[in-house]
């Protein structure tokens, strides 16, 4: 069990800098695992029984993951886009699982929290230390549907794009008239105009010896692999 204040100097580390951010996540991850009965921060058995989803890609969702240390990798850790300081925490083994929603209203009271402090920032960063879990946040007990793709563990599932020719892995594929697609080509990605790119320093290696082998190997690739035009 570490305290608040080592697992902060942790996360500081490791995201770059000290903000009202990282102490609403760290002391949201802490509530989340507490509500699940799990240490703080997870023995590596509880790791695996542990998925985190982060509703947003700012300070806090890095504290959240240093915390709970649920990683993408491990696909423990999932992103959902919805720009909402929240958290939810899942139990694996017996299926609990609590949404925490950091409150506008801590923001609100951080003054009364820290009247030495004029600054907003400052009263904010002394404010999160201190005020109690239930004025920094609204907790939710919640039900999360999770399919076998969405678990820890190797691939279930790989498609291939019947326009790209991409492998697409765990059920990720979107199915038009019987045939999977890949959802750049059926929906649009976030990139356009994409066109194979050969760049002579992609010969390099982490083992020279590969580079002496066949040093224009990755060039030849690239121009032999036939173009797919969208």
């Not at 799990?38 to 947003?56: D, G, H, R, S």
């Not at 990798?73 to 909402?84: A, T």
């Not at 820290?114 to 005020?131: D, G, N």
Request: glycine residues 8%.
């Amino acid at each position: 069990m570490k305290s608040f204040e080592e697992l902060l100097a942790g996360s500081v580390a490791a995201h770059g800098h000290l903000c009202p951010g990282q102490i609403v996540g760290v002391r949201m991850a802490m509530l989340g695992l507490r509500l699940l009965g799990f240490a703080v921060p997870p023995a590596y058995p509880q790791l695996k029984q542990l998925i985190v989803y982060i509703e947003m890609d700012r300070c806090t969702g890095d504290a959240v993951a240093f915390v709970t240390q649920a990683k993408l990798g491990r696909r423990s850790l999932k992103y959902v886009d919805y720009g909402i300081m929240a958290a939810t925490f899942i139990n694996l083994e017996d299926h609990q699982a609590f949404r925490i929603i950091s409150t506008e209203e801590a923001r609100d009271l951080a003054a009364l929290y820290a009247p030495h402090a004029s600054a907003k920032r400052e009263q904010q960063l002394h404010a999160y230390k201190v005020m109690p879990d239930a004025v920094l946040f609204r907790v939710q007990q919640v039900e999360v549907n999770l399919s076998e793709f969405d678990l820890p563990g190797p691939t279930r599932r790989k498609v291939v794009c019947v326009k790209c020719g991409q492998v697409v892995r765990d059920g990720r594929e979107i199915v038009w008239g019987g045939q999977p697609y890949c959802r750049p080509c059926a929906q649009g990605g976030y990139f356009r105009n994409a066109k194979e790119f050969a760049w002579d320093n992609m010969n390099w290696s982490p083992q020279p010896e590969v580079q002496e082998m066949e040093p224009r190997i990755g060039e030849r690739h690239l121009k032999e692999r036939p173009l797919i035009l969208s």
